[in-house]
Each structure stands twice: as C-alpha cells, then as structure tokens.
C-alpha cells in the first residue's frame, strides 16, 4: 500500500519503518524535510520524506502522527480535499500537561478523532494506535501475546483495512463503533502513560480478553 505518514515524531519514524519492513511504500510527511536526521530516516529505510502535500498526493492511507495541539492547523494547511476518499489513520492524542500532569484538551462529549473527521469530512478517519506507545506500534512482542488494539470510525471498509493492517502487523483488534468512541480511546492514552510512570516501565500494552 502506498501510505503518507504525517509527522516526523518517533510515532511517524516508528510506524514508517515498522510499514515498509512489511513491504508498504512510505512518504514520510514533514513540516521541515531538509532535516539531517530524516535524511538518515530515508537513508535506512529506503523509504521517501517529504512535505505534508506531498506525503497525502498519492496515498491510499494516511497515518496522523501529529502533536494533538497542532493536527487541525496541518490538516487546513495540506487542504481537506487533498484527503477525499482517502483512509485516514488518527493516532493523534490531544494532550496537553497541567501541573506536571498529562490531561486531553478535548474530551466527554468530543474528541480529536471527531474534530479529524469533521476537518476531513470526505476522508475515512479511523481512531487507532493511540492506546500504545510508538516501540510497540508494529510487531509488538509481548510475554501475554498479541495486545489489542482499540479502533473506532464511520467507514466499515475503512476500518477492514486498518484490521487487516493491524493483523499482518502482530495486532489483535477491537472495534468500538463510531468515531465518536474516539472519546473513550483517547482517555486510554492517560491510563498507558500513568501506568508507565508509576511501573517505571514502558512495554506495555492493552490486551481485550473474551
Ligand atoms: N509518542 C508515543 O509513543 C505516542 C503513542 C501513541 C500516540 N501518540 C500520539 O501520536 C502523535 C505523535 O506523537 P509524537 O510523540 O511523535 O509527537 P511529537 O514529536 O510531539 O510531534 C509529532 C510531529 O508533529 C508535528 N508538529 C508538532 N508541533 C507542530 C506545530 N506547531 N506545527 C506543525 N507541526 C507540528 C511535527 O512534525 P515535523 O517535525 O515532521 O514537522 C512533529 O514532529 C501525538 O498526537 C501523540 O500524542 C504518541
């Protein structure tokens, strides 16, 4: 599949190379391509960076890799048309740190996975791969098995290529509905990391048993 990630972050980095080792083609999408280090991103992966445009033009699937704070701002400065038809994978989280603590600034009766959609209102958004940290975002290798991973969309088919992805990847999947479960997803974000912080350990992940 031809996907553009969009976000230079270890959550783009982590799910562009995890990808093209499973045989995808990726154009790493950037505020700033000229980077040495994306340079080197490039180099070792084999795979492409460029602008955000650029990264969206011809791919079938577009994975948010973007600060939360700054995810609208990219999506207008790209052009919502851009992204018609297109799968577009959230992992975004709306985070925003208050006295030392982790908090979302969207929340209970919205999300950022909503505002994603309603921004993009001809794309196919899926809420996935928020719930994990980027090491474990492909392949992941855990003692208990394959972990879950909890999605939520309007598009069926949509979120039949994010499974099928998911599966070929190392990932058991669990659907949760509508994008507006995207309000339950992203408060998972805060039950991950204050479990890290207080384990003093980040291998974690989620696991759904039934
Ligand atoms: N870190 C994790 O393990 C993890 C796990 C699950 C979900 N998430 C979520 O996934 C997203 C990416 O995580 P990350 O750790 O990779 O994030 P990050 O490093 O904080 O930001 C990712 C990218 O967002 C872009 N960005 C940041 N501020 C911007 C601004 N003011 N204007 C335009 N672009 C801006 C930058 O892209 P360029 O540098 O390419 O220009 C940056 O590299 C976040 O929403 C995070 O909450 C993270």
């Known amino acids: 599949m031809q996907i553009g990630v969009l976000g230079s972050g270890d959550v783009g980095r982590a799910l562009g190379r995890g990808w093209a080792r499973h045989g995808h083609r990726i154009v790493l999408g950037t505020g700033d391509p000229g980077r040495p280090e994306l340079k080197e991103w490039a180099e070792d992966t084999g795979q492409q960076v460029a602008g955000f445009g650029e990264a969206v033009r011809d791919a079938e699937l577009v994975a948010l890799a973007l600060r939360g704070s700054a995810t609208l701002a990219v999506l207008e400065q790209v052009g919502p048309e851009r992204f018609a ?19 979302l600034f969207v929340g209970h009766t919205d999300s950022l996975g909503e505002q994603v959609q309603r921004a993009l209102p001809e794309a196919r958004v899926v809420k996935a ?30 979120k039949q290529t994010v499974v099928d992805l998911l599966a070929a990847t190392g990932w058991d999947s669990a659907d949760l509905g509508d994008i507006s479960a995207a309000r339950a997803l992203e408060p998972m974000c805060l039950a991950w990391v204050r479990y890290g912080a207080t384990a003093g350990t980040w291998g974690h992940a989620f696991k759904l048993l039934r």
């Open 85 to 103: 038809g297109k799968v577009v994978v959230d992992a975004t989280n709306p985070l925003r740190f208050e006295g030392g603590r982790p908090g």
């Open 129 to 158: 791969y928020n719930t994990v940290g980027n090491a474990l975002m492909v392949d992941p290798q855990l003692p208990g098995g394959p972990p879950t991973m909890f999605l939520a969309g309007d598009d069926a088919e949509a």
